[in-house]
């Protein structure tokens, strides 16, 4: 343990001095910072989760993604780093229904309670190939999900932090209404399209809540972005099921190779309709820095692309 210690250590040194002068208060400017402060930690398993648990922590907790922006969040292979980062967390957030198949045995090298934030969440099963009966971990693509993921956190903080439980069931209710309304501008959104043209083909099957909450069919290339080969199979049948119902647009994530996705473009003569981001929130400069800009990307980007329209 003392070299995991002094790894820490030694990065927390390397940060400037400045926060100190914020004092005890625990009201640091910078929430997503990593200064020397005495908030309690809270690390997530990706970047999504982080920027929801900070909408609910407020200033309270310190909350940090242990996968960075952009990162492959399936598949990913956590570092000595994120092992001694981990250790020194107070609580750990994941997802759960297998999003994570690195967690178990990380968490395992840690002595670190966790809370699976989708527990309550009603999970669809994917359909198809290896992953058929096993749930579909992207719980979070529907913002009536997300309100669960927050009554979970909620709890979580209450527990870590009871003087402050109040203020979290006030952020999370707050939040809740966030979540509210953008679940209902994506309804009106996507009810305006004619129903020949209510589907949504993607590179992974991530978006299966998001098109149950929306009345959108879902077709996809591969429906566990893992493994990131598209066969020449997967790429023929959604070619077909565009051109069996005439598809205006297809999208892609922003985690994967849009490749497959242009040949079914080229094959059918439907649009690229864009670049749809799931699995990693952008950069704070990027089109989708929170959780709230993320969904509301796609559902425009969605609704935008299959109409034809501009907004
Ligand atoms: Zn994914």
């Known amino acids: 343990m003392p070299r995991t210690r002094r790894a820490v250590a030694a990065v927390r040194l390397a940060l400037p001095l400045v926060l100190v002068a914020g004092g005890m208060s625990g009201c640091a400017a910078s929430a997503q910072g990593s200064g020397s402060d005495d908030r309690p930690v809270v690390l997530t398993t990706f970047t999504v989760l982080a920027d929801v648990a900070q909408n609910v922590a407020g200033d309270h907790l310190r ?7 952009g990162a492959e969040i399936h598949g990913y292979e956590p570092t000595p780093r994120d092992i001694a980062k981990a250790s020194e967390a107070d609580l750990i957030l994941d997802n759960g229904l297998n999003l994570e198949s690195w967690f178990g045995q990380f968490v395992e090298s840690v002595d670190v309670p966790h809370v699976v934030v989708s527990d309550g969440v ?19 693509m529907s913002p009536v999900n ?5 009554d979970n956190m909620v709890d979580a903080f209450a527990e870590l932090d009871p003087a402050h439980a109040a203020d979290f069931e006030t952020n999370g209710a707050a939040y809740q209404a ?8 994506l309804v009106t959104g996507l009810s305006a399209l004619p129903e020949n043209q209510r589907a949504l083909v993607t590179c992974e099957g991530a978006f299966s809540y998001l098109a149950r909450d929306a009345g959108l069919t879902e077709q996809y290339i591969w429906p566990v972005n893992a493994e990131q080969q598209a066969t020449p199979q997967q790429i023929t049948s959604a070619i077909e099921f565009v051109q069996a119902n ?3 647009a297809v999208f892609c994530e922003s985690t994967v190779s849009d490749k497959p996705m242009q040949q079914v473009v080229e094959a059918t003569g439907a649009a690229f309709g864009g670049t749809l981001y799931v699995d990693s929130l952008s950069a704070a400069d990027g089109p989708v820095p929170t959780y709230l800009d993320l969904i509301r990307y796609d559902a425009t980007t969605i609704v935008d692309a299959l109409t034809g329209s501009e907004s």
């Open 63 to 69: 909350v940090e993604s242990i996968t960075k922006v």
């Open 122 to 140: 009603e999970p669809l099963d994917i359909t198809e190939d290896a992953y058929a009966g096993k749930p579909n971990p992207h719980a979070w």
């Open 146 to 150: 997300v309100q669960l993921y927050v």
């Open 178 to 185: 966030e979540l509210q309304k953008v679940q209902d501008e």
């Open 246 to 248: 005439d598809v205006p």
